[in-house]
């Protein structure tokens, strides 16, 4: 697979479908990994802002934050109403793509996938937990650098992808600042949800 530069999901599927095929099936046959309590998952790329989103919802700095890869493997913070797991950046990646990798993302309660500008920035990851049937959460952060008066064209256009790349496991759009978190109400919103005191 290396040989033919075949380094995500995205990229099996569309030069060698019945691997990708076979992977879905492994995938579906896998269990999911026994994780007490509420346990959710923050996925994206480098830069999206997980490390500070992980500090705001905790409350404290337990992350590092800063430029480039800050996450190198799969770490976990308690907080009293859940578990927050700091994923890698490139999570679609074929060297992540092992079942216990995959069991591990079945045992988790939510999954957050965080994005800056555009829903194409993770479409690959997506469109795997899509393949895999597993549902997860847009959270566009760093919301507040999109000027006022073009957030409600930035909301339409999150609505727009979703819809044109056939994402289907998307329970809800966040969008929010992690910095900034009483910004904008979907943070309150999203933390209600993540706390389960909304569905």
């Known amino acids: ?7 995500s999901f995205e990229a099996l599927a569309k030069h060698d479908k019945q691997a990708a095929a ?11 990994q026994p994780l007490e309590g509420n346990n959710i998952g923050l996925f994206g790329l480098t830069s999206t802002g997980k490390s500070t989103m992980l500090n705001s919802l905790i409350g404290s700095k337990v992350a590092a934050t800063g430029s480039g890869e800050t996450t190198m493997e799969i770490k976990s913070y308690s907080a009293q109403k859940f578990i927050l797991w700091d994923i890698p950046g490139r999570n679609d990646e074929m060297s992540y793509l092992s079942m216990n990798y995959i069991s591990f993302w079945k045992g988790l309660t939510r999954r957050l ?4 500008t555009t829903v194409k920035e993770n479409t690959s990851m997506m469109k795997l937990l899509d393949a895999i049937g597993l549902h997860y959460d847009i959270v566009a952060n760093k919301f507040d650098q999109v000027d006022e008066e073009d957030q409600d064209k930035f909301r339409n256009q999150i ?17 929010v600042s992690a910095k900034n ?14 706390t389960g005191s909304t569905n």
């Open 1 to 7: 697979m290396k040989k033919k530069k075949l380094d």
């Open 22 to 32: 076979a992977l879905v099936e492994l995938a579906h046959n896998t269990k999911a």
């Open 113 to 116: 996938v965080l994005i800056t």
């Open 159 to 175: 609505k727009a992808e979703i819809s044109t790349t056939g994402l289907k496991g998307v329970d809800h759009v966040f969008l």
């Open 181 to 194: 978190p009483k910004m904008f109400p979907d943070w309150l919103t999203m933390v209600d949800y993540l």
